[in-house]
Structure formats: structure tokens, C-alpha cells
């Protein structure tokens, strides 16, 4: 499966952003789906994810109650909906993929395909 990401941009601490996420290639709803982050200097991590079927989802601590993860697989999209932005935020967003294989969604090492990613700044 191929990802696009897209979507980032510039905006002021408070706002809000909304990332996609546009698949091609294999069948999209056999997948679950993550989005990541990495900031300068720092690992890259999980922000969010969401099951094959959109039944199950995970969100890192640090964004719990300010984003959002949505797919629609009939149009092969994921998306990211980023609500009162800290300038912490400030980092490069990767979707990724992985089938359905009923680990944990949590389990960063279980995702194959990768999205070039999109930046995502936040100026205080």
C-alpha cells in the first residue's frame, strides 16, 4: 500500500489542523492505520491509530482530548483532526499502515508502510 500524506502547515498555538491521509495500491480496509510524529532531536512516536473496520482506536496520552482519528474506506482516507495545538505539537506527521493483525495498536514496530510525512508547526 502506498500513503500520501497531507495537510500540515503553519498555525498559532489554539488552533486547529486537519491531516489526510490517501492510500492506493491494496485493499485499504484490511489495514489499521497510525499516524506519528517526530519532532526535531526526538524519537518518532505514535500519536494516534485506528482498527481496519474504525472499531478501535488509541491515542497517546499527550493528545487525549484534542485530536481526533477518522478513515473512510471507501474513499481510502484517514484522517487526523488536530484541535487546541500546543507549540509541543511542532513536528513532522507520518501516517502508516499495517494489515490487520490483532496486536495491540499501540505496537509501534508492527507498522510496514510509510507516508513521506508533513510538517506541522506551532507558533506560540
Known amino acids: 500500500v502506498q500513503l500520501q500524506a497531507y495537510g500540515g502547515g503553519l498555525v498559532q498555538a489554539g488552533g486547529s489542523l486537519r491531516l489526510s491521509c490517501a492510500a492506493s495500491?491494496?485493499?485499504?480496509?484490511?489495514?489499521?492505520m497510525g499516524w506519528f510524529r517526530q519532532a526535531p532531536g526526538k524519537e518518532r512516536e505514535l500519536v494516534t491509530a485506528?482498527?481496519?473496520?474504525?472499531?478501535?482506536?488509541y491515542f497517546a496520552g499527550f493528545v487525549k482530548g484534542r485530536f481526533t482519528i477518522s478513515r473512510d474506506n471507501t474513499k481510502n482516507s484517514v484522517y487526523l483532526q488536530m484541535n487546541s495545538l500546543k507549540p509541543e505539537d511542532t513536528a513532522i506527521y507520518y501516517c502508516?499502515?499495517?494489515?490487520?493483525?490483532?496486536?495491540?495498536?499501540?505496537?509501534?514496530?508492527?507498522?510496514?508502510?510509510w507516508g513521506q510525512g508533513t510538517q506541522v508547526t506551532v507558533s506560540s
Open positions: 502508516a499502515a499495517r494489515l490487520y493483525s490483532g496486536l495491540g495498536l499501540s505496537r509501534t514496530s508492527t507498522y510496514d508502510y
Open positions: 495500491g491494496r485493499t485499504f480496509s484490511a489495514y489499521d
Open positions: 485506528i482498527s481496519w473496520g474504525g472499531s478501535n482506536t
